[in-house]
């Protein structure tokens, strides 16, 4: 564990707040950590995904902890902001093995992570967060635990009763330790303040075409707003854009758009 991790973990707990909700464009690399904190990003948070692909494994558990915990660490030494890492399900088959997780986040210095219930479940989730609250408490340290509920992400059980479902699961999970609870996949209005109003954490909702803007999202209760793999997804697509012009038309047009290499080359030689 850093000598700072608990002071940014402070930090990163104060920035949760509906009057003016905390932002995460998630990154997947040194690279996009720099210009998204050279954007004025409060602090950084890892998309798994984006992670997983940027070294050529799926999302979804598939990447290694070892691999996992290095992209973490290489991202966090090269921001002076407060990093959360998307640590998928705990890179683990059981509480146990989510601990040891955990105490690799710990010692790269993240100051939160967050961690999912998939299709698992809630039970599991539970038993997981509970030995994450052990493993920080036995560091003598702080750590912003999100709990993502992926009740409407993957349209889990019956619709009529997804809702109370997901307050269900959000109250079990603040019991078991959860700092905030993420509901990905919620876009409507009403929805949203139904959750915001129930759960006694801070709320994180997933942004993207069809959400509501900020402000409104912070006037219905919402504390942090995520725009998840997004992000590493609209790069790629630009990746292809360009590749797809200068092999079906030999244009090149499209390169204009880019970051100019000066300015990125700068972002990458600033010490941290």
Known sequence: MTTAQPNEAHLFRSLHTPAAPL???????????????????PAIATTSAGVAWSLGAPDGDVLTRDRALDAIARIVAS??????????????????????????VLAA??????IEDGTRPPEELA??????????????????VNARIDT?????????????DTLARARRYVGAGADGIFVPGVTDAATIEALAGDISVPLNVLAGP??????????LGVARVSLGAGVAQAAYAAARRTAQEFYRTGGYDSLSEGIAFPELNTLLAEAR
């Open 23 to 41: 932002l995460l464009a998630n990154v997947w690399d040194v690279a996009s950590a720099r210009v998204v904190e050279a954007a004025g990003a």
């Open 79 to 104: 921001v002076a902001v407060p990093v959360t890492a998307d640590i998928e399900g705990g890179y683990g088959k059981d509480a146990d093995e989510v601990a040891e997780t955990v105490a690799g």
């Open 109 to 114: 210095g993240a100051a939160g992570i967050n």
């Open 127 to 144: 038993a997981r967060l509970a030995a994450v609250r052990r493993t920080v408490g036995r560091a003598g340290t702080d750590l912003f």
């Open 152 to 164: 409407y992400l993957f349209e889990l059980g019956d619709p009529d009763t997804r809702l109370a």
């Open 210 to 219: 069809g959400t509501p803007a900020v402000p409104e999202l912070g006037a």
